[in-house]
Each structure stands twice: as structure tokens, then as C-alpha cells.
């Protein structure tokens, strides 16, 4: 579907599956709102690709878990367009711990994950919503992964915060419809360079090879793979 002239905002977009969902939608002629938290380098590339689409870009730099900077991104973005049409939330985090170790997660740990994970997405939803409801529709898609389904992945709190999300999810759907749809896609293992950088090349290529030798397609998912359906549900 051609979404020229439209407006999305996607958290988490400087690499991996939001840099590959920015990138996609630019391509149906989306303008996109290009967001990071650290990595400036790797989103002005993003931004670059998406431009290269024939749409413009905005570049904004915030931390989710923070309302203040979510309420300021929204801003931004309904100041340079005077529209917002799509939200993705793809910003999230995880601490890697055995499950069977109950000691190898602090109440800390739970905190940050939630907070980016669960809590971020809300002020994101929140920020959003006046100018989509003014326009009288608008679609949100969260990230969330088979952990939250499955009670598995990196750590039990980041299950429980895609849990937590997909219920979320379903909260949001019904008191913003019909308006704005809310949806989320949950993921398995995905290649992507921040499994890498945390797991260690060897342990990501066992995991990539894992993947190969167990799911039907014998492949690992890829952030494109996913982006596919993210963007299915932006339409």
C-alpha cells in the first residue's frame, strides 16, 4: 500500500529490525522520524538510506523510558509535519541471565527493562494519540518477541516485560479503537548485530546455526523478515 505523504515515528531505529522497518517504509513513501539513544553515527546512516527513498527524515534523539523526551519526540515530529500517522515501538532492552538463577537478576534489572520496555512504549502511545485521534486514525505496532508468549529469551524479566507489553497491547487496542489500531508482532531469534555484540561471535553463530537446524525454513529470522509484518500492520 503507497503511504506517501504519511508520518511514522519509529523508536529504536538506528539498526536492526527498526532500522530495517524505517527503511521499508520509506520506500512506500513514508516520511520517517528516525530515533536513537547513543548510536548517532548508525541512525544518520538510516536516515541517509531513507532519504535516498524520496522521503524526509527527521533525526531525534531520545530516551524512551524518559516521558519527557517521548512527549519532546512527538513534538518534533508533529511541528515538521503537522501530522502523525504511525508509531512503532521498537525501542527495548535485556540483561542476559540463566533462568534457572534466580540470583542473577536484581530488582534493578527488572526496573530498567520495564522501564524501556513497558513503560517506554506507553509515554510513546500517549504522546502520539491527540494528533492521531484529531485526524481520526492512526496505527501503533509494538515490538514485542515470543518470550512473552513462551516465557522464554534472554532473561525471565524480559519475558515478563513482552508479556507485560502484549497485554498492554490488547488494553490499548480497546480504548483506542476505533480511531487507532494497536497491534504487536512477536518475534523469535532475530540476526541482528545487537545479539552479537552481546553474546560474542561464537555464541551467535551457535544460536544463528540452532535456528538453521530447527525452524521449518532452516534459516534464522532477519530483521527484514520481521519488517515485513510491521509494516503489514502501519497500513
Request: glycine share 8%; hydrophobic share 45%.
Amino acid at each position: 500500500m503507497d503511504m506517501t505523504g504519511k508520518v511514522a515515528i519509529v523508536t529504536g531505529s538506528a539498526m536492526g529490525l527498526g532500522a530495517a522497518v524505517a527503511q521499508k517504509l520509506a520506500a512506500r513513501g513514508c516520511n520517517v522520524v528516525i530515533n536513537y539513544s547513543k548510536s548517532r553515527s548508525e541512525a544518520e546512516t538510516v536516515a541517509e538510506s531513507c532519504a535516498a527513498a524520496g522521503v524526509e527524515t527527521l533525526l531525534v534523539q531520545a530516551d524512551i523510558s524518559k516521558d519527557a523526551d517521548c512527549r519532546r519526540l512527538a513534538q518534533e515530529a508533529g511541528d515538521k509535519w503537522g501530522r502523525i500517522d504511525v508509531l512503532v515501538n521498537n525501542a527495548g532492552t535485556s540483561v542476559f541471565a540463566d533462568h534457572r538463577d534466580l540470583d542473577a537478576l536484581s530488582g534493578e534489572d527488572f526496573q530498567y527493562i520495564y522501564a524501556l520496555n513497558v513503560v517506554g512504549p506507553y509515554q510513546m502511545v500517549r504522546a502520539v494519540a491527540p494528533a492521531m485521534k484529531a485526524a481520526g486514525m492512526g496505527a501503533v505496532v509494538n515490538v514485542s518477541s515470543i518470550a512473552g508468549v513462551m516465557g522464554v529469551g534472554s532473561s525471565i524479566a524480559y519475558a515478563a516485560s513482552k508479556g507485560a507489553l502484549n497485554t498492554m497491547t490488547l488494553s490499548l487496542a480497546r480504548a483506542l479503537a476505533p480511531e487507532i489500531r494497536v497491534n504487536a508482532v512477536c518475534p523469535g531469534f532475530i540476526g541482528t548485530r545487537w545479539f552479537s555484540d552481546r553474546l560474542g561471535p561464537e555464541t551467535f553463530a551457535k544460536m544463528v546455526a540452532t535456528q538453521e537446524k530447527t525452524t521449518p525454513l532452516n534459516r534464522a529470522g532477519t530483521p527484514e523478515d520481521i519488517a515485513d509484518a510491521v509494516v503489514f500492520f502501519c497500513t
